[in-house]
């Protein structure tokens, strides 16, 4: 979980919401990505989505069933299915996203019964960080846009 932090504080200094993303395979990172939907003009641009295109890309096979992906926020309903329709057994977040969260916060696609077969879900891993990375940056920006 440190390298996505580490990955959504390298996005936020690029003025993209700090969310970033990991994905190991057999204990070694073959994608590690920030949010880009600022950077890229693209709404999928989502962390979750471009560690697991690249991932996808380096093993050369849709099917992720020996990975794990550590996020620093809880994925979205897009981030949430391409998890699913990726095989990812193991998903490991930061911060609940009360707005726009996938897993557990709106859709419940945590509980769907497309998810992988014993699917592990771990919620508020490294919480507290990941939660003050995401307050620091929306009241700097909110501060930037009324100042």
Known sequence: ???AIEAAKEGAARGEVPIGAVLL????IIARAHNQKESLADPTAHAEMLVI???AQKLGRWRLDDCQLYVTAEPCVMCMGAII???IPVLVYGVAEKRFGGVESTARLGQHPMLPKQMEIYAGICEAACEKMLTTFFENLRTAENG
Not at 25 to 28: A, P, Q, R
């Open 25 to 28: 395979c057999d204990g070694k």
């Open 85 to 87: 329709q990726a095989r």
């Open 1 to 3: 979980m440190a390298l």
């Open 53 to 55: 295109r690249a991932g």
